[in-house]
């Protein structure tokens, strides 16, 4: 049987005073063939009076102390192609400019209106064993697109995007993210009690234990706009 295509995902967080609410996923149209993470440490070796590093005559290299971590980055190499027919949510849809699709990410760098800054968001690559690169929490703090083929009216259909994104630690935010229990979904159209458990759990077979916290009996059955209480794993 072939296993289900796990599209990467780029889910975005809109700050409301001191809480984040997750928001619509964006679903890139091809995964990328490779990422990068990056994380640089910091090891310096002690100072003399004058700034310098204190060596000594007697030693190959100085002892060296351990002065924090940075903040890891996460480079990815997107592709865009809107010269066919795209399939999405089985349905087949016509784009006439790559842009409709490569904007969503741009607009991830700008301030948004009433949080005075750009968004945190949320990468996800189908399932990873705990303490992974994925499911990474992260800001972009660079973005290059490359169109590379238009169309006869002078509108691009293809692109290569390079974005990195840097670590966000949010102590509240993080909580939200490790412990379901906090969190209370509101249906949007095309979610599903799956699709749900895969985005909370890392496992959409958990699907029943929010069906089960929320008395529902039909899970082809949903009301947009109900909101569902999402317990904690045992």
Known sequence: MISKLEKLTITPFAKKGDRFEKLLPIFVLFNPESYTISKSVTWSPPQTSGG??????????????????????????????????????????????????????????????????????????????????????????????RFTQFSRDGRPVRANLSVTFKEF????????????????????????????AAEVYRNPKNWRIIAQANNIDDPRRLSVGRSLTIPKLR
């Open 169 to 196: 630690l949010d102590p509240k935010l993080d909580k939200l993210r490790t412990n379901p229990q906090l969190i209370i979904r509101v249906l949007k159209g095309g979610d599903s009690l799956s699709s749900i």
């Open 52 to 145: 310098s590093a204190n060596t000594h005559s007697k030693s190959n290299a100085p002892v060296i102390s351990f002065g924090g971590g940075d903040s890891r980055q996460l480079t990815l190499e997107l592709f865009f192609d809107v010269t066919s027919p795209i399939n999405r949510v089985s349905k087949t849809i016509i784009i006439k400019d790559v842009r409709e699709e490569t904007n969503k990410i741009a607009t991830l760098t700008l301030i948004e209106p009433n949080e005075d800054q750009p968004r945190v968001c949320e990468i996800s690559w189908g399932q990873a064993p705990a303490n992974s690169d994925f499911p990474f929490l992260g800001v972009i703090t660079s973005l290059t697109q």
